[in-house]
């Protein structure tokens, strides 16, 4: 089985981009939020993930009859961990400056549970909710979505 380019998955993929950076924005109209559903985009990317996921799975049954979740994973691991590793030293510079100290120690921690792929736990844990602290805070907050 050959996976063939689909472009209009590429053009959801930008349509989800472009609503989450305008949600992120926080650009008002009056009294009026603009796209303020655009954190559906990150939806988008479930469904898109969730397609190409199932895709590759897919093709490695039919094509070698087995599947590693362990080299799966080593291929997601060595294509995102060195974009992620650059945004992460780039966003901590940014907060350093901009941040005061006691709310470095929440970015920090943020930064270090996204680089053992365990972002959401630490959300989680510490009752994190979407949408409840300023984005510079909790850029890593769908870190663990780049794994699919």
Known sequence: MKIFYRPEIDGLRGIAVISV?????DIFIGDNKLLKGGFLGVDIFFVISGYLITSIIFKELLNKETFSFKHFYERRIR???PALILVM???FLLAYFYLPPEKMLH???????SLIFTSNLYFWITATEYGALSNIEV???????FLV
């Open 21 to 25: 950076l305008i949600y992120h924005l």
């Open 79 to 81: 294509r995102i961990l």
């Open 89 to 91: 030293l780039f966003s």
């Open 107 to 113: 970015f920090t921690n943020s930064i270090f549970f």
């Open 139 to 145: 850029p890593f907050f769908h870190t663990w979505l």
